[in-house]
């Protein structure tokens, strides 16, 4: 049973421009989350999808969009990339309709603004 | 807003010797704990989480946390470290209900000397 996958797993881009990310949930997920995880940090919450509509998200800008496809993977846009966007981003899966399931976390995307 | 602080940046221990990685929260109600742990290169792997009853919380590879409402904390112990237990640790707190986003704290670095 394969668990979240993402790709790619090391990216550099340079300032101003796009990417993106992508993630397969869990086998049996329906829900994805993604997360910023700065050098240092603890991961930091972008948003949620479920159901191919975004249903949380956290405080970041409108440069940050995600889409999620009918076989629930999803992908995380950024444009107009700063070299603050530079981070690990994390994809989590879980199952919607389960209040105190757990998140089961992918090795993540390492992102590196130039 | 719910928050949570690990205060040690870096904690080191010889093998063999017991832990504890400290953690406070912040969260006006019943809180949902986690503590997660992430290896070089890797996603977050759940170790153990409390959401109700016993206070005492049993987790993977060993470790426990005792979760203490009137001190606002979720210590993590283990009895005896192993060098493979060297990593950076996470404690996060979610929202009751719903489909929870959890909150980490910044983390806690984990050095085992031989």
């Known amino acids: 049973d394969a668990g979240v996958t993402q790709s790619p797993t090391h990216l550099i881009k340079t300032r101003g421009q796009q990417v993106t990310l992508r993630c397969s949930p869990k086998?049996?997920?329906?829900?994805v989350s993604w997360y910023q995880q700065a050098l240092g940090q603890g991961p930091q919450f972008i948003f949620q999808?479920?159901?191919?509509?975004?249903?949380q998200r956290g405080n970041f800008p409108d440069r940050f969009s995600g889409h999620q496809f009918p076989n629930y993977s999803s992908e995380l846009n950024v444009n107009a990339l700063l070299l603050g966007d530079s981070a690990l981003y994390l994809c989590?899966?879980?199952?919607?309709?389960?209040?105190?399931?757990?998140?089961?976390f992918g090795p993540g995307t390492r992102l590196t603004v130039l | 807003a719910q928050s949570v602080t690990q205060p040690d940046i870096h904690i080191t221990v010889s093998e063999g010797a017991s832990l504890e990685l400290r953690c406070n929260y912040s969260?006006?109600?019943?809180?949902?704990l986690f503590w997660y742990v992430q290896s070089p290169g890797q996603g977050l792997q759940l170790l153990l989480k409390?959401?109700?009853?016993?206070?005492l919380v049993q987790g993977i590879k060993g470790f426990e946390a005792e979760f203490k409402r009137s001190q606002s904390s979720f210590n993590l112990r283990k009895p005896s470290v192993h060098w493979s237990d060297a990593a950076e640790y996470f404690c996060?707190?979610?929202?009751?209900?719903?489909?929870?986003?959890?909150?980490f704290g910044r983390g806690t670095s984990l050095i085992v000397h031989p």
């Open positions: 989590a899966s879980s199952l919607w309709d389960r209040d105190t399931d757990t998140q089961y």
């Open positions: 086998s049996g997920h329906d829900t």
């Open positions: 999808y479920y159901e191919e509509e975004e249903r």
């Open positions: 969260y006006g109600a019943t809180p949902y």
């Open positions: 409390y959401f109700s009853g016993d206070t």
């Open positions: 996060a707190v979610a929202e009751e209900g719903g489909s929870y986003i959890p909150t």
